[in-house]
């Protein structure tokens, strides 16, 4: 009697295990769900209330600044340096007549924060911005 199969022990497999790859696609499918929200949101801001709504503007118009109570500042939810925002500003501004620029400061953010970026504003002539808060609860 032979110890052995009668098979060869060369055999190859023809079926691909594919549990190893599911268990990847389900991992960075977790990965993405969590990051995203995180992605979304730029700064965690508390805006002071106040104010009132006001009309509809075109989208493609408005750049946000915001800022943060600790001094960081983002233009459209990038993080980016004072001058950055500015001179970004700036040369939207000259290709775009009809930009305004919302600014959404954090209500206990130092407010030379925010005059500088209202004084980079009106130093190349855009106009048209607006100090955004939180509408005055009913």
Do not use: W
Not at 31 to 40: D, K, M, S, W, Y
Not at 72 to 97: F, G, M, V
Not at 105 to 110: L, N, S, V
């Amino acid at each position: 009697m032979r110890r052995f199969s009668q098979r060869s022990h060369l055999v190859t497999l023809s079926d691909i295990n594919i549990t190893p790859l599911l268990d990847l696609a389900f991992v960075l499918l977790i990965i993405f769900v969590i990051t995203t929200p995180l992605l979304e949101q730029s700064i965690n801001l508390k805006l002071p209330h106040g104010g009132t709504r006001e009309k509809q503007l075109n989208k493609s118009d408005i750049r946000t600044v915001e800022i943060s109570n600790t001094g960081y500042y983002a233009l459209d939810k990038r993080r980016l340096q004072l001058p950055q925002i500015i001179s970004q500003l700036a040369s939207e501004s000259r290709s775009n007549p009809n930009l305004v620029v919302y600014i959404r400061a954090d209500k206990d953010c130092k407010y030379d924060l925010v005059a500088q970026i209202i004084d980079g504003c009106q130093k190349f002539g855009i106009t048209r911005y607006s100090l955004r808060t939180d509408p005055t609860p009913k």
